[in-house]
């Protein structure tokens, strides 16, 4: 008996669930992108990293129309970073002054912007790919991806970072990256609903790459090597400023007495570090304090890196700008240091106001640009030069930039993060970003010093695990050893192009699968 187009779609797929209302989905959809934070530190319940994708997945199955597959998607993005990202609120609202309505109201609206990019994946999932495993994961990472760098870029909440430290999946990062964790993980979850539905054989190759990660995980390989010199003695200096008081005039001097205090007992060591703009002055006012602490540093043969708001003063034209251009940097003094890091990645809106030129239409905000900016630093900075070593560098939250950091890994021995996470206080934001640095050490190959002022102040190896680690929220100094380590894993290599051609390749085929697979319309003529 010869089957039609028609009935052969029916055997294919012979459970079609029904759809439920449409207030219900998207409540549900919301709740399942909110608990996704459950899964990422300090909560750690990285199953529900599987599950929170899979109700997404299971949602967009039952045939319906493109705007409402928009709605569900929308939804479960708003649910995602309302909740993973309100953290937020702390900068806001407490260190920002905003009252508690309208902080709110921005948390929303921010929570509805990212909420874009799961609206318009599960927009082309209905729409234009086959509804099945492979696509729905490709498409996700192609969204984690765009967050890099679409309007600047916000890479937070990606699925990957819930297995940071579950090496039988996260031992792919430094294959691929933190996305081809994503990949698999997202895969699992959709293969696992297709199972009801009699089309278990999505798991194959979701099984079969668990097999890969598994195995890296089992044999271990050695992407890096130790470069054969001794260990470095590092000191990093938490000094526990309190945000309210750490940009004031009146408070500076007392925030350098702080930091020199917490010093005192560390030269000798090889490396001493300070976390992001511990110095809370440009250098040029600081050049007397600057001064002694690099006298100390070369009389105990002590390298100093610390991070240093600075005014390039030579770069300045009066004829074209009104300031010299000024930037978040790491320098490197002392004994045997050399270099000077400027900070690519800028927070929008609280390192430099984006649009600048458009904003002069409004009164309020005429001209601000030219006090509030920070410039950006250019790609391709050498690394700094620390006890004949090459010392890559990421000031705050560019470590959450795969490609970016990277990028400063390449030619470099081992890596630093120095970060104010004061803008935080007590909620998951810092421990979120801990969790980033963890999974861009894993990908590198890299050892990592993160000072930061307020915490997580920390040492992590090659492998991603933290060896030492600071209390938060205490003035106090970490110390511990470093490893340098040399050799490129293939993500230093090759980056995320691999992963996403192979993304391209799996939504065009999906794209022509669907097409191919749709029933021949039949003319009345051959009726």
Same mark, same amino acid.
């Given at each position: 008996?010869?089957?039609?187009?028609?009935?052969?779609?029916?055997?294919?797929?012979?459970?079609?669930?029904?759809?439920?209302?449409?207030? /219900?989905?998207?409540?549900?959809?919301?709740?399942?992108?909110?608990?996704?934070?459950?899964?990422?530190?300090?909560?750690?319940?990285?199953?529900?990293?599987?599950?929170?994708?899979?109700?997404?997945?299971?949602?967009?199955?039952?045939?319906?129309?493109?705007?409402?597959?928009?709605? !569900?998607?929308? $939804?479960?993005?708003?649910?995602?970073?309302?909740?993973?990202?309100?953290?937020? *609120?702390? $900068?806001?609202?407490?260190?920002?002054?905003?009252?508690?309505?309208?902080?709110?109201?921005? !948390?929303?609206?921010?929570?509805?912007?990212?909420?874009?990019?799961?609206?318009? /994946?599960? +927009?082309?999932?209905?729409?234009?790919?086959?509804?099945?495993?492979?696509?729905?994961?490709?498409?996700?990472?192609?969204?984690?991806?765009?967050?890099?760098?679409?309007?600047?870029?916000?890479?937070?909440?990606?699925?990957?970072?819930?297995?940071?430290?579950?090496?039988? +999946?996260?031992?792919?990062?430094?294959?691929?990256?933190?996305?081809?964790?994503?990949?698999? =993980?997202?895969? &699992?979850?959709?293969?696992?609903?297709?199972?009801?539905?009699?089309?278990?054989?999505?798991?194959?190759?979701? @099984?079969?790459?668990?097999?890969?990660?598994?195995?890296?995980?089992?044999?271990?390989?050695?992407?890096?090597?130790?470069?054969?010199?001794?260990?470095?003695?590092?000191?990093? !200096?938490?000094?526990?400023?309190?945000?309210?008081?750490?940009? +004031?005039?009146? %408070?500076?001097?007392?925030?350098?007495?702080?930091? =020199?205090?917490?010093?005192?007992?560390?030269?000798?060591?090889?490396?001493? @570090?300070?976390?992001?703009?511990?110095?809370?002055?440009?250098?040029?006012?600081?050049?007397?304090?600057?001064?002694?602490?690099?006298?100390?540093?070369?009389?105990?043969?002590?390298?100093?890196?610390?991070?240093?708001?600075?005014?390039?003063?030579?770069?300045?034209?009066?004829?074209?700008?009104? %300031?010299?251009?000024?930037?978040?940097?790491?320098?490197?003094?002392?004994?045997?240091?050399?270099?000077? *890091?400027?900070?690519?990645?800028?927070?929008?809106?609280?390192?430099?106001?984006?649009?600048?030129?458009?904003?002069?239409?409004?009164?309020?905000?005429?001209?601000?640009?030219? !006090?509030?900016? %920070?410039?950006?630093?250019?790609?391709?900075? $050498?690394?700094?030069?620390?006890?004949?070593?090459?010392?890559?560098?990421?000031?705050? %939250?560019?470590?959450?930039?795969?490609?970016?950091?990277?990028?400063?890994?390449?030619?470099?021995?081992?890596?630093?993060?120095?970060?104010?996470?004061?803008?935080?206080?007590?909620?998951?934001?810092?421990?979120?970003? /801990?969790?980033? &640095?963890?999974?861009?050490?894993?990908?590198?190959?890299?050892?990592?010093?993160?000072?930061?002022?307020?915490?997580?102040?920390?040492?992590?190896?090659?492998?991603?695990?933290?060896?030492?680690?600071?209390?938060?929220?205490?003035?106090?100094?970490?110390?511990?050893?470093?490893?340098?380590?040399?050799?490129?894993?293939?993500?230093?290599?090759?980056?995320?192009?691999?992963?996403?051609?192979?993304?391209?390749?799996? +939504?065009?085929? $999906? *794209?022509?699968?669907?097409?191919?697979?749709?029933?021949?319309?039949?003319?009345?003529?051959?009726?």
């Amino acid at each position: 008996m010869r089957l039609s187009t028609v009935d052969l779609q029916k055997r294919l797929n012979p459970v079609k669930p029904k759809g439920l209302p449409m207030m /219900l989905t998207i409540l549900i959809a919301w709740l399942a992108g909110a608990m996704f934070i459950l899964a990422l530190a300090p909560y750690g319940i990285w199953p529900l990293a599987l599950v929170s994708p899979a109700i997404l997945y299971a949602l967009l199955l039952p045939e319906m129309s493109g705007k409402r597959a928009f709605f !569900i998607g929308q $939804s479960y993005g708003t649910g995602l970073w309302c909740v993973g990202a309100f953290w937020l *609120y702390t $900068s806001i609202h407490v260190y920002g002054d905003t009252p508690v309505w309208l902080a709110l109201i921005m !948390i929303a609206l921010m929570g509805l912007g990212m909420g874009l990019f799961h609206g318009f /994946l599960a +927009l082309i999932f209905n729409r234009m790919v086959g509804k099945q495993p492979l696509s729905f994961a490709a498409l996700w990472i192609l969204q984690e991806w765009m967050k890099t760098w679409l309007f600047t870029g916000f890479p937070w909440l990606f699925v990957g970072y819930a297995f940071t430290e579950q090496y039988w +999946l996260s031992s792919l990062a430094p294959v691929a990256g933190v996305f081809a964790v994503s990949f698999v =993980a997202v895969l &699992v979850a959709a293969s696992v609903v297709e199972l009801p539905r009699r089309r278990g054989g999505y798991l194959i190759p979701s @099984l079969g790459l668990l097999v890969i990660s598994s195995a890296l995980w089992l044999v271990n390989p050695q992407w890096t090597k130790p470069k054969g010199t001794p260990d470095l003695s590092v000191s990093l !200096i938490q000094g526990n400023i309190p945000q309210d008081l750490k940009w +004031l005039t009146e %408070y500076q001097i007392e925030t350098l007495k702080i930091y =020199a205090t917490l010093t005192s007992t560390e030269w000798g060591r090889d490396i001493i @570090l300070w976390p992001e703009s511990s110095i809370p002055m440009f250098q040029t006012e600081a050049v007397g304090f600057i001064s002694e602490m690099v006298k100390m540093a070369k009389e105990t043969d002590t390298t100093w890196v610390t991070g240093i708001p600075y005014k390039d003063e030579a770069a300045f034209d009066a004829s074209t700008n009104k %300031y010299p251009p000024f930037y978040n940097s790491v320098v490197a003094l002392g004994a045997q240091a050399d270099g000077l *890091y400027k900070k690519q990645r800028l927070v929008p809106f609280g390192e430099y106001i984006p649009f600048e030129g458009l904003l002069d239409i409004l009164p309020n905000l005429a001209g601000s640009q030219d !006090i509030m900016s %920070y410039s950006r630093g250019d790609e391709g900075q $050498s690394p700094l030069r620390v006890r004949g070593h090459n010392l890559g560098a990421a000031v705050c %939250y560019e470590v959450a930039y795969p490609d970016t950091t990277r990028k400063n890994a390449i030619d470099t021995d081992f890596l630093l993060t120095i970060s104010n996470d004061a803008w935080f206080g007590t909620s998951a934001g810092p421990l979120q970003h /801990l969790q980033m &640095v963890q999974m861009r050490a894993l990908e590198n190959g890299r050892w990592f010093m993160r000072a930061t002022n307020t915490g997580v102040t920390a040492i992590i190896d090659h492998k991603g695990r933290i060896v030492e680690r600071a209390p938060q929220f205490e003035r106090t100094v970490l110390r511990g050893d470093v490893q340098a380590r040399v050799g490129n894993t293939p993500f230093m290599r090759f980056g995320n192009y691999p992963m996403l051609f192979i993304m391209a390749l799996l +939504l065009i085929l $999906s *794209y022509f699968g669907k097409r191919a697979a749709k029933p021949a319309r039949v003319s009345p003529q051959t009726k």
